[in-house]
């Protein structure tokens, strides 16, 4: 069982909306999960989600920063939020995404965070997008 502790379990930070930030926001992340003993196959599967919100939060809302928030929800999960400004764009929900064309260059983001996940969550406002995946921690030997 793992043993993150509630108290200390958040990491906060906002990036400039330009893509030279998701290598920080990769870092900052799988820096935060080695702290709390995470293991290789944890890291990778939260370096792909952080990238792939984080990219699509900078597609969405060109130029406009957004946040990215880590929390430990209890001793097994975490979850990854980023929020961004909509920019006039609305991520679909679940039942509404498409699958898309292997060969497409974009649209297969929100499938992949799914994939990725035990659970995606799509908060949308008028002026913020929230993209929430919870999933599980495993901690290394």
Do not use: K
Not at 51 to 76: K, M, R
Not at 103 to 129: F, H, K, M, P, Q
Request: net charge negative; proline share 3%.
């Amino acid at each position: 069982m793992n043993t993150m502790s509630h108290e200390s379990a958040a990491l906060n930070r906002d990036y400039a909306g330009d893509a030279v930030t998701l290598r920080s926001a990769r870092r900052d992340v799988a820096d935060w999960l080695t702290q709390h003993q995470a293991d290789n196959d944890t890291l990778e599967r939260a370096s792909l989600i952080v990238s792939e919100l984080a990219s699509n939060a900078i597609q969405a809302s060109p130029g406009s920063s957004y946040q990215l928030c880590l929390v430990s929800v209890d001793n097994d999960f975490v979850t990854l939020s980023i929020t961004n400004q909509t920019g006039g764009s609305i991520p679909p929900d679940r039942a509404n995404r498409r699958v898309a064309d292997p060969s497409a260059l974009r649209g297969r983001g929100l499938s992949i965070v799914d994939s990725l996940s035990d659970e995606l969550t799509i908060e949308a406002g008028t002026v913020a997008v929230v993209v929430t995946a919870r999933f599980r921690v495993v901690q290394s030997c």
